[in-house]
């Protein structure tokens, strides 16, 4: 959904703006209720020659100067469109994932060859991109994710609304998790780490699990509800579901605990920093990034519940050490995630002289 994000920001600057993207796909129905136009094509099997063939008759007509890409498949389609037509269109990439696959074959070369620069969510995803893909370290730009300060902003929301919806007393710190459920978010080791506090901390606490399902991950949601039924008490926990409402969640939190074992950048740790919600983190994959250990958040071992447990304690029995968390986080992210911020710097990307293409071999 960054794409849509980015994609409405940018119109609204008065840029001309079309998004293509699967047909049906839930960013294509949600552009089209934000006022974007859309221009469906179909990215798989045969259906990708159809698509080349489209994007051929798009680009000749409508002469993109800029073209920004946020999965690396698509330039299996994008980069012999753009070369049929000999469009100079500036052709930007994000990656948001970490891969494991090396590419940097003759076909790869021509197809990343094209690229002006690849925009890297996190130090995490720009040392992937160096280690797989093949390009220079000059065409690596590491760029964070942005969050709306509007959108999450304490002064918004009322705590005891949420309390209130579930019930709970105004005695209870809340600890919660927020995330889809498959595996590697770290939902096992929340739950053990909740067993541990409930035996070691006596004032009440209670621990929400904020999230659904990810698609085909119904199984593992299961699973993680019985394991909770396992290790907790009923009145110790609760699972809310999916909730848009993300900000007003977070409004009644006391703690953020964020177990992902390795995560490409984290933008929950962003949204809950913006609450003034204080955090303990894992410290694998791009976390780091965010949360500097001791100043604005703790990290953890990654997959260790006992290190999660920890930190959660030190936050429980120390309202001095969540307070500074609040204020320091809450300045991290206006000073370096501020999403108005991401579009300038975007627009100058875009707006830089145009870059040579790759000379074939």
């Not at 541990?196 to 621990?207: D, G, R």
């Not at 995560?263 to 809950?272: F, T, Y």
Request: proline share 3%; with cysteine; charged share 25%.
């Amino acid at each position: 959904m960054q794409t849509l994000k980015i994609a409405v920001a940018l119109q609204k600057k008065g840029h001309d703006v079309k998004i293509l993207c699967q047909r049906g796909s839930k960013l294509a129905q949600e552009a089209v209720e934000e006022g974007v136009t859309v221009n469906p094509i179909h990215f798989k099997g045969l259906a990708m020659l159809a698509s080349i063939k489209k994007l051929i008759f798009l680009f000749k007509n409508w002469k993109p100067d800029v073209i920004h890409t946020h999965l690396s498949h698509d330039l299996w389609m994008l980069v012999p469109a753009l070369i049929f037509t000999g469009s100079k269109a500036k052709l930007f990439m994000t990656k948001r994932m970490a891969s494991g696959v090396k590419k940097k074959d003759i076909l790869h070369r021509i197809l990343y060859g094209r690229i002006s620069t690849v925009f890297a969510i996190s130090n995490y995803i720009r040392q992937s991109v160096l280690n797989t893909c093949p390009v220079t370290k000059d065409k690596v730009c590491l760029m964070h994710n942005g969050i709306s300060l509007e959108r999450f902003n304490p002064s918004q929301y009322d705590r005891n609304e949420v309390k209130k919806e579930f019930d709970i007393k105004d005695d209870v710190k809340i600890i919660g998790m927020i995330g889809r459920f498959t595996p590697g978010k770290g939902h096992e080791q929340f739950l053990q780490a909740a067993k541990l506090i409930k035996k070691s901390y006596s004032l009440p606490v209670k621990f929400f699990i904020v999230g659904g399902a990810s698609y085909g991950e119904d199984d593992y949601k299961h699973y993680i509800e019985r394991l909770a039924s396992q290790l907790l008490a009923p009145q110790d926990y609760l699972f809310t579901g999916f909730r848009t409402d993300i900000g007003r969640i977070m409004s009644a939190l006391d703690i953020l605990a964020f177990p992902s074992h390795e995560e490409s950048l984290g933008n929950i740790l962003l949204e809950a920093m913006a609450m003034k919600v204080p955090i303990v983190a894992s410290n694998g994959g791009g976390v780091p990034d965010i949360i500097i250990n001791g100043e604005c958040g703790l990290l953890a071992q990654s997959k260790s519940a006992e290190e999660l447990a920890a930190g959660l304690l030190k936050l429980l029995t120390n309202a001095e050490l969540c307070g500074r968390f609040s204020a320091q986080g809450r300045i991290r992210v206006e000073r370096f995630f501020n999403f108005d911020r991401y579009i300038t710097s975007l627009e100058s990307y875009y707006l830089q002289p145009a870059t040579a293409v790759m000379q074939q071999d």
